[in-house]
């Protein structure tokens, strides 16, 4: 992960070897100038560079919206209409009185946008404030979230906390857009062919079935 933080360890690292450049600008120490988050990858040395844009333009959804992170119950000026419209004056704010279209809403948020991992009983306010959005209709920057929950899952795996890899369609949609098959097939190095690709339906017929949207089904030879 590029972030401030990674710039700033550049820069002390090339004072360390070169105390002359000390109190240079990050152009005279040959660095290049640091303008925002990204997160920066290679595959057998093609560079991949994630950012908040590249996640909008991979997932199709516009950074417009709210995003709010590291909220403080006692700062939060929304507190009080979230809960109202969650938990619809419940004595608590638990999990467990939350309204059935909320947690269903919720379930979503932690298994697709906000990967969290474990129970879903304990929520942020973060979380609660991201669902109320939904529930409210109003518009947030996906790709921000997602983009910052990227981060959030590097650092976890960086520091040996636990090993998580967010978002794996959509992080294979980043590095098809990003040329990466194009660039294997251009070396020789693999094909579609040697990597046994298969793309399959979201939903299957047996899913429907399983469902009981449907009752039967024959499957054709060509699946």
Known sequence: MYDIEAAKREEREKIAGDENLKGKTRQEMGLQEFTKTEIL????????TITEEIIGKAARRSNDGNFEWNLNKKTCPWIQTTYEALYKH??????????????????????????????IDTLSLDHKIFLYSLVNFEKVKLPKYIFHHMNWALKESQEDKRKIIPYDRLLSEIFYQGGILIALKDFGVVFDDHLGTMTGKYIKANTLRSMGIVKKVEKLESD
């Open 41 to 48: 990858s290679n595959v057998i040395e093609i560079p991949i």
């Open 90 to 119: 419940n004595a608590s704010d638990k999990y467990k009185d939350m309204q059935k279209e909320h947690k269903v809403l919720q379930k979503l948020i932690q298994e697709c946008f906000l990967l969290k991992g474990g129970g």
